[in-house]
């Protein structure tokens, strides 16, 4: 056979790749349809505000950052040089026994946080009410691994922190001025 009569077929080496970007095409009209969106820049009703939250906090620090870095708002050092007051008490954080082993042994433990805050202007009219965020985690026990089990205490309540944050931020967008 010549290489003049040979049938030439089409490449199936591109089908793959094409399978693909028409999965990511429907993917994307498919959460555009449903009304997904992303969070995109944080909007926030004032301009600037006070984080009034003790010092060593770590959540202090967060709620700077966070609403810092979000760029809608500017965070000042005075109550007096604020359009907002954000009151954030200490968390308070707890751990319980969730679940003993059949020999009376801790097997798991629940760690939950609460943190409170507040949002006020100078003259006290309340932006946000009081409210609260309160979070649970629950964690396995074993004696044989306590200094990793340690580890994973600590990193949780980072973590639970770090949501706190993330919750009060996008509770301070939808805070409206009192009428």
Not at 16 to 36: M, Y
Not at 117 to 139: C, K, M, N, Y
Request: with cysteine; glycine share 8%; charged share 20%.
């Amino acid at each position: 056979m010549s290489s003049s009569s040979r049938v030439l077929r089409p490449s199936r080496a591109g089908a793959p790749a094409l399978a693909g970007v028409l999965a990511a095409l429907a993917a994307v009209l498919l959460l555009g349809a449903c009304g997904f969106q992303l969070r995109g820049e944080f909007k926030y009703p004032f301009s600037t505000i006070y984080v009034n939250a003790p010092e060593g906090n770590p959540i202090n620090t967060a709620l700077r950052r966070a609403i810092d870095g979000a760029g809608g708002a500017r965070v000042v050092d005075s109550a007096a040089a604020a359009e907002v007051i954000l009151d954030v008490p200490a968390p308070v954080e707890d751990k319980s026994v969730l679940s003993l082993s059949g020999g009376g042994r801790v097997r798991e433990f629940a760690l939950s946080t609460r943190v409170s805050f507040r949002l006020h202007d100078a003259s006290g009219r309340e932006w946000l009410p009081t409210s609260q965020i309160v979070l649970h985690r629950s964690f396995t026990f074993v004696e044989s691994e306590v200094l990793a089990r340690e580890y994973q205490e600590v990193r949780l309540l980072r973590e639970m922190q770090g949501e706190a944050v993330q919750q009060i931020a996008r509770r301070l967008q939808a805070a409206r001025p009192p009428s």
